[in-house]
């Protein structure tokens, strides 16, 4: 489809900034959002009593609900509640569990939907997808992208480090995701977007190149930005492509055969590198080793408490965890002797992270 035939939905705004949650009234007040202040508030159990101490004295006329676990069930629970009035629009406050069960409520009602995200864990904060539990596994649904998306540092500079360290590695895979999807151009003629990918992909190179840590509003500000970018190329070619490749397709490895191994950002971090390296970018190998080096994240499977054997069971199992993907992993179609071989060069080209 030509470019200028399409019609891409983008937000209203978007804002990083400190005390955003503390000026929520602000917000809800904007008639862009709500004109008479009609609007459903999502918080979570972990910071939501902090975040409804601070917001409900500008509630107004707002509705403020509580959910958790971040479970298909409990978001077709808040959709039932949305059900019993109208509302303008739908804000959810917190992070990726608490903003996917939102998006989704508010998507199945066709109800507006403003992020206001206090970490930084993942692309979901803008991204039309959520990741929700259900029946033992976890499903990826379609959702509307919010309208507005607002992330404040100050929640973000509060939370874990290891929840914004797994940003940066969800981020940072950007570009091997990119990278994957050039391929599956070149090799299958499968159709690009390269607004999708420049959008995507610049947005985590800046993210790669600045020097900042994440004790840094600049630093963080920026990886606030990759991760709106990166769910914006989604919603912009109406797929996953810029945003996952081959690096993902070895977390959901590693969750299946190895579950509770380590954040998701961390999974896509590592496998990002290793996957660049079977490419044999040799110079973005060493620049996203050094970035995730920066950043206290794994460049090696022993980082995250992997076995040799069972990474090379991991590599082995991965395309099948995405039939309808053609990444570097599909084409190399490596057996397990020659992952062995190959995981083995590469922890040698890793070396020593100290």
Request: hydrophobic fraction near 40%; proline fraction near 4%.
């Amino acid at each position: 489809m030509p470019l200028l035939a399409r019609t891409v939905n983008t937000p209203l705004a978007i804002e990083v900034r400190r005390g955003a949650v503390a000026e929520l009234g602000a917000l809800l007040a904007d008639r862009r959002i709500s004109g008479g202040g009609d609007v459903a508030v999502v918080i979570g159990p972990g910071q939501g009593e902090k975040i409804a101490e601070l917001i409900r004295p500008g509630l107004g006329r707002a509705d403020l609900f509580t959910v958790s676990g971040g479970t298909l069930d409990s978001a077709l629970e808040l959709g039932n509640k949305l059900r019993q009035r109208s509302y303008d629009a739908v804000v959810g406050i917190g992070g990726g569990k608490t903003i996917d069960t939102a998006k989704y409520a508010a998507s199945r009602y066709a109800i507006p939907m403003v992020t206001v995200a206090t970490s930084l864990a993942n692309d979901g904060i803008a991204s039309p997808v959520a990741s929700l539990d259900h029946d033992g596994g976890r499903g990826s649904y379609g959702v509307h992208i919010p309208i507005a998306v607002v992330v404040d540092l100050d929640f973000v500079e509060n939370g874990p480090d290891r929840q914004t360290q797994a940003g940066i590695g969800d981020a940072l895979s950007n570009i091997n995701a990119v990278a994957d999807w050039e391929l599956a151009h070149q090799v299958r003629g499968e159709p690009i977007d390269g607004l999708s990918v420049a959008l995507a992909r610049t947005s985590a190179e800046a993210l790669l190149n600045h020097p900042g840590t994440i004790t840094d509003d600049g630093f963080l500000t920026t990886l606030a930005e990759t991760l709106i970018m990166g769910g914006l190329a989604m919603s912009i070619c109406g797929s996953s492509r810029p945003a996952s490749g081959s690096c993902h397709e070895i977390s959901h490895a590693i969750d299946l055969l190895l579950p509770c191994t380590a954040s998701h950002g961390e999974q896509v971090g590592l496998g990002a590198l290793f996957c660049t390296f079977l490419r044999g970018d040799t110079a973005g190998f060493t620049s996203l080793r050094a970035a995730l080096l920066r950043h206290g994240l794994a460049t090696a499977p022993a980082d995250l408490g992997i076995s040799d054997d069972d990474f090379v069971d991991v590599v082995a199992h991965a395309p099948s965890t995405r039939p309808d993907r053609y990444t570097i992993l599909e084409h190399l179609a490596m057996e397990k002797d020659e992952i062995r071989a190959r995981l083995a060069d590469y922890v040698d080209a890793v070396g020593d992270r100290h």
